[in-house]
């Protein structure tokens, strides 16, 4: 069954890829796809008092649970509307105390549980796809990703079995490995984190490096609009990772985390990659091995990387001897000194970093990136603050210009941005 808000795209074998979604008529760039519900989602503790748990809207004053005193509301109806879910932590909220602590997947696991129960027809959300037929990858789990979800699922019956009739081991673990698969993290303009959710039909597209599509989020629903021009035929494409690493660390992501290896056009070309691994020109050409041992150098900081500036000047200092400034491993050096400027409160510093990043972004991501987005949103707000309007606006301005095709034209997003860069008709 399809519904009207999916209009367009239809469910098929793709060929090497397993099932996946194409389209049944042309889209133009920007153009929605569909906008999918979902089935189950989850607010991030350390977003609650901030959002409202049960429709993602950011405000002040929400009001919050009578009886745990954590979770948020927007009104009443939003309380009533949410509490078959909340109901399933707020007593365990405040019986354990700080001791409460499930993950965010134990989370949403459990709300999945719970609404399986009480549900009895297809939800909205599995137009396409019921949520049981999600791939698992099950049996591709391996040791420390089994550790990880064998422990998910004792938080599981120490926190919820009050509320929820638990099936056996073997089915939680799948349910959990097809949520690692299969779950979205909810994303607010800068990209920040604010929960996730499972979209049993979204879940269906495959991946792609060179993606046609891009999801974003209006409230608790995701929006798949084209980031293409496409036509008939053509399958919808997402990207699953972040695409401004080059071709062998992108694999090795998802495989790590997908169990599969990408064979898109730029995998098999590698035509970014030489950019992405740009090296400083010298007299004296270096070394293949030198820049071997450097790339394996700046992958282990990159994985211990701590909050710590001095640690991230040092390195870029080291990484920059050798790797020029849009070289992937400087960009993310670079980005991560920006994050701890502005933990330190040091703006001027955190718009030095934001502003070498974001033209290589341009270059390096594809043209309707959330990410080259949100970069060009930080450094507008962080600009703004210091009163360079100018400055601030020219860059809010670039965001909603790419923002105007991911999120459309009338997401609320773009009429607080418009606002906000002083570009409301009056």
């Not at 009001?63 to 399933?88: E, P, T």
């Not at 999945?112 to 027809?121: D, G, H, R, V, W």
Request: charged share 30%; proline share 3%; with cysteine.
């Amino acid at each position: 069954m399809v519904t009207p808000q999916h209009l367009g795209v239809e469910r098929f074998d793709s060929p090497g890829r397993g099932r996946g979604l194409r389209v049944t008529r042309a889209f133009k760039v920007g153009e929605l796809l569909f906008s999918c519900q979902a089935y189950s989602y989850v607010l991030s503790v350390k977003e609650r008092g901030f959002y409202c748990e049960c429709c993602f809207t950011r405000k002040e004053g929400l009001a919050r649970c009578g009886k745990c005193r954590k979770a948020c509301y927007c009104n009443v109806k939003c309380q009533k509307a949410d509490w078959a879910m909340h109901k399933l932590e707020c007593s365990a909220m405040t019986a354990f105390g700080e001791n409460w602590c499930p993950s965010e997947m134990t989370r949403l696991v459990a709300r999945i549980l719970a609404k399986k129960k009480t549900q009895k027809e297809r939800s909205a959300s599995e137009k396409i796809l019921l949520i049981g037929d999600m791939q698992s990858h099950v049996e591709d789990v391996d040791n420390d990703k089994r550790e990880m979800h064998e422990g998910d699922v004792a938080a599981l019956h120490r926190f919820y079995s009050k509320h929820l009739d638990l099936p056996d081991h073997k089915d939680l673990l799948t349910l959990f490995s097809q949520v690692a698969c299969n779950g979205f993290t909810i994303e607010d303009d800068e990209l920040s984190h604010m929960g996730t959710a499972v979209y049993p039909d979204v879940a269906l597209i495959n991946h792609s490096c060179l993606p046609s599509v891009i999801v974003t989020y209006n409230g608790t629903s995701a929006d798949v609009r084209a980031v293409r021009d496409m036509k008939p035929g053509d399958e919808v494409l997402i990207s699953y990772i972040d695409l401004l690493y080059p071709t062998d660390d992108r694999n090795n992501r998802l495989r790590e985390s997908y169990y599969f290896t990408c064979d898109c056009q730029e995998c098999k070309t590698r035509s970014k990659d030489k950019v992405k691994l740009k090296v400083r020109k010298r007299s004296e050409p270096i070394e293949p091995e030198v820049i071997d041992n450097m790339v394996r150098y700046a992958r282990k900081i990159i994985r211990e990387f701590r909050e710590l500036l001095e640690m991230c000047e040092q390195s870029l200092e080291e990484m920059g001897a050798v790797f020029d400034d849009s070289n992937v491993y400087m960009l993310h050096m670079m980005y991560q000194a920006m994050g701890v400027c502005l933990y330190m409160e040091d703006p001027v510093g955190a718009i030095r970093y934001g502003e070498k990043v974001v033209g290589s972004y341009s270059k390096l991501y594809p043209a309707h990136s959330l990410n080259v987005s949100s970069m060009y949103l930080k450094l507008g707000r962080l600009n703004m603050g210091l009163e360079r309007n100018s400055v601030g606006i020219s860059a809010l301005k670039k965001a909603i210009t790419i923002m105007e095709v991911t999120h459309g034209k009338n997401h609320f997003y773009l009429k607080e941005l418009r606002k906000e860069a002083k570009l409301t008709k009056k």
